[in-house]
C-alpha cells in the first residue's frame, strides 16, 4: 500500500525566512510520481510540481524548489524568502504509474504554513 | 482550454436528507475523473474514480454513490446524508499525470 507522511502539521515562519516542508513516502511500484499542491483558504487544490520516479534531478522554480532523494524515499519542497501569500496548506502526493486507476493520489495529511508579516 | 466545475459550492443539509453534487469538465474529452474528500484534519481521501461512462470505482465502502451519466459529467450522490458526510468535496480529472481539481463542494451535515 503507498503511504505518504508530512511529519510537519504546522509551520509558522516570519516573512522572508526560508522554509522546508518534508513529504516522506512509501510505495512498492517502481514506477510513480510524486506531486506538492497547494491549499490557499480559498479551498481549491493548486498544482505545484510533478516528479516521476526516474527524474532525481532537482527542480527550482522561482522561490520553490524541490529535493527528491529517491535513496531516503523523500521529496522536500522548499520555500526561499517566504511571503505571507505562501500562507496556505501544502499537501505531498504519491500515485502510481501511467494509467487511469494509477492516478489516484495518495495525499499526505497537509502542513499548514503560516507566513507572519 | 480545459475547465472543471463543482456545485454547489456550499450545501448544509439535515441528517438523514438526499445528496447531489455535480461536476462537470469542459474542453477535453473522456477524462479519469475523481472524487475526493476532505475531512477535519485537512487529509484527503479518494472516494471514487471513474475512466469512462458507467464506470465507477470505489476505494471506501460508504454512505455514498457515484455515476457518470456523461463523459464529462461526474455526480456524487447520497440517499441519507449522515453526520460524518460532512466535509469538502473535491471532484478533479486528470491528463498526462497531472490533476486537476474544481473548486470544491463544502458540505455541512446537521
Known amino acids: 500500500a503507498q503511504k505518504v507522511t508530512q511529519a510537519q502539521t504546522e509551520i509558522s515562519v516570519v516573512e522572508k525566512e526560508d522554509v522546508t516542508l518534508d513529504c516522506v513516502y512509501e510505495?512498492?511500484?517502481?514506477?510513480?510520481?510524486l506531486f506538492w499542491y497547494k491549499q490557499p483558504p480559498s479551498g481549491e487544490l493548486v498544482f505545484l510540481i510533478r516528479r516521476n520516479s526516474f527524474d532525481e534531478q532537482n527542480e527550482i522554480s522561482g522561490r520553490y524548489s524541490w529535493n527528491f532523494q529517491k535513496s531516503t524515499s523523500s521529496f522536500n519542497f522548499t520555500i526561499t524568502a517566504s511571503q505571507v501569500v505562501d500562507s496556505a496548506v501544502y499537501f505531498c502526493a504519491l500515485s502510481g504509474g501511467p494509467g487511469g486507476s494509477n492516478y489516484k493520489l495518495t495525499f499526505g495529511k497537509g502542513t499548514l504554513l503560516t507566513v507572519n508579516p | 482550454s480545459q475547465t472543471i466545475h463543482q456545485w454547489p459550492a456550499t450545501l448544509v443539509q439535515p441528517v438523514g436528507s438526499p445528496l447531489s453534487l455535480e461536476c462537470t469538465v469542459e474542453g477535453t474529452s473522456n477524462p479519469n475523473l475523481y472524487w475526493y474528500r476532505q475531512a477535519a484534519g485537512r487529509g484527503l481521501q479518494l472516494l471514487f474514480y471513474s475512466v469512462g461512462i458507467g464506470q465507477i470505482s470505489s476505494e471506501v465502502p460508504q454512505n455514498l454513490s457515484a455515476s457518470r451519466p456523461q463523459d464529462r459529467q461526474f455526480i456524487l450522490s447520497s440517499k441519507k446524508l449522515l453526520l460524518s458526510d460532512s466535509g469538502f468535496y473535491l471532484c478533479a480529472w486528470s491528463r498526462a499525470g497531472e490533476l486537476f481539481f474544481g473548486e470544491g463542494s463544502r458540505l455541512t451535515v446537521l
Open positions: 510505495t512498492r511500484d517502481t514506477t510513480y510520481y
